[in-house]
């Protein structure tokens, strides 16, 4: 049985993200009160501007629920928006262009789940080998081109269009959390990815498919990271290789950052959100306090960094109890 205080740290770990959040807001505010900071329109930007990494980590918080990593997230979204934009260049078909878009990002996910499920690689390993194979196909096709897409129905739903001062990039995001909030939280689906990344083999033996459940979470983390391929077209109104450049780390601290655990058998869907509005929070401020390109990645790094470590402090936490 918990103590009170093992208790209490327990759930300190679960509201940290929240706790962090506020903290940074109110300093924000504070130290760039002349620089807009907490302005509505700064806040809505916010939002826009970390939709593509939120709807990302929905994918995301399955697989590091499930003890897994997928490392592919941004060249996968960088491919599918070179699918959608040759696509409509081609058709000029927005149906058309999100079946491929999407059925790309999909197969990606079943490549990933079989490499891991079947052939037993470590799923880092085998996503870093995907995630560099998938960048390169995405670099080849137009040989590093971009693709503009002139389909203004597409844009404007999928990127530049806005229901009142809400862009439709936070309304997908609210969209895409409503399900994986459900999805995670309130079926089979969720509590077998959790029970997978608790300990595997006690779900083989209570009868789960972990094969094929793994197999299912890939495939739906490649699903999210295509739909953000398709909003980071939208939003670009063009398809380019550079897309998602380095955003399966800003996924990861995300997921991590709201409650996580890099072994597995822990996740929030909401605390995954509040972790990448955390980033975008950060990202925002440094842009507006005039710190360079080569400072901000740093403090990005620095933010990963704190990501994994809080993780691993709840690791041995549980592990003395």
Known sequence: MQSKGAKRSIQLSQYMVYIVLAVVFVLFTIVLNNKGFATPQNLLNILRQTAMISVMAVGGTFVIGAGQIDLTVGSNAAMSAMIAAMTLQATNSIFLALVLALGFGVLVGVVNGLLVTRLGLPSFLATLGMMQAVRGLAMWVTDTAAVPISNKTFNTV??????????????????????????????RFGKYALAIGGNETSAIYSGIKTKMIKL????????????????????????????????????????????????????????????????????NALVLGGLSSAQQQIVNGLIIIAAVALSNLGQRKNRSK
């Open 216 to 283: 299912y979470i890939f495939m739906f983390s490649g699903a999210m990271s295509a739909f953000a391929g398709i909003m980071y077209a939208g939003r670009m109104q063009s398809g380019r290789y550079s897309f998602g450049d380095g955003d399966e780390m800003s996924v990861i601290a995300a997921v991590v950052l709201g409650g996580a655990s890099m072994a597995g058998g822990t996740g929030s869907m909401i605390g995954a959100l509040v972790g990448s509005i955390l980033m975008g929070v950060i990202s």
């Open 158 to 187: 999928f990127g530049t269009g806005y229901v009142g001062p809400v862009s439709v990039l936070i309304i997908w995001t609210v969209i895409f959390y409503i399900f994986g909030y459900i999805l995670f939280n309130k079926t």
